[in-house]
């Protein structure tokens, strides 16, 4: 018996080893601690929890009906955060992919169930049906790394994204950066000198978890979100992808929404 998660979705073809193998392979290329790794994952948890106390990720999620036993459950908050958590503990956890590594449990993202949906329009269909949109794609790109460190791909999508939509990176306002683990994570904001204020302000995939084939964009809708609340004109979200290819999209927040 195959378990199709594991050899569809965690499982690199190419290099014929899991994905945390790679991220052990990115802390090690790129000199990451597993110190920085569990900081961020500490931080992670802790911006989701503090987010879903305010209820700020009420407005993007659809309570989902389970019925079990003839009982009904609606589940409407993400189950991944955790107040427990805290840097103690993380440090308390096993390597799992390497016995001399550094990635853990704690620092990779949690394997979730989850769907996100947003709705693409062109400009004709947009004004046909006098539609009003809530942002407007400024660029999307993509970029291949080598598959044994597939993590760093946003390293290279984002400076691409950026000289493509015509910006800076000073001019965004929030920057999603899926935290497939914290290694890759971690290499990315480093190098790319991104202001931590501004990334993955309400956690990212160590928190709120890493639906194969739904991040993407579970990152979009999260982040169209917190633009509408914070009135912030340019947004850009990035990601990995198992095999070495990863995206990055730059959005532009209509502002009479």
Avoid: W
């Avoid at 290499?187 to 928190?207: C, F, Q, W, Y």
């Amino acid at each position: 018996m195959v378990d199709s998660l594991l050899h569809d979705g965690l499982h690199c073809a190419i290099m014929n080893y899991h994905m945390g193998v790679t991220a052990e392979n990115v802390a090690q290329d790129y000199h990451i601690s597993r110190e920085a790794q569990d900081a961020l994952a500490f931080e992670s948890h802790r911006k989701s929890l503090a987010a879903q106390e305010e209820g700020l990720f009420d407005a993007e999620i659809v309570p989902v009906e389970i019925v079990k036993k003839g009982k009904s459950t609606f589940v409407s908050k993400d189950e991944g955060p955790k107040p427990e958590t805290t840097p103690e503990i993380l440090a308390k956890l096993k390597p799992v992919f390497r016995e001399d590594g550094t990635v853990t449990a704690g620092n990779a993202s949690s394997m979730n169930d989850g769907a996100a949906a947003v709705v693409l329009v062109s400009e004709k269909k947009l004004k046909e049906l006098s539609l009003t949109p809530l942002a407007e794609i400024k660029s999307i790109v993509s970029y291949g790394v080598e598959p044994r460190v597939m993590g760093i791909g946003p390293m290279f999508a984002i400076p691409k994204v950026l000289k493509d939509a015509g910006l800076k990176k000073e001019d965004v306002g929030v920057f999603e950066v899926n935290e497939a683990f914290a290694a890759q994570c971690v290499a990315v904001i480093r190098d790319l000198d991104l202001p931590k204020e501004l990334v993955n302000p309400v956690g990212s995939g160590i928190s709120l978890g890493h639906p194969v084939g739904c991040t993407g964009i579970r990152l979009i809708v999260t982040m169209l979100h917190h633009m509408k609340r914070n009135q912030i004109r340019y947004g850009l979200a990035s990601l990995c992808v198992g095999g070495g290819p990863a995206m990055a999209t730059v959005l532009e927040y209509c502002t009479n929404t």
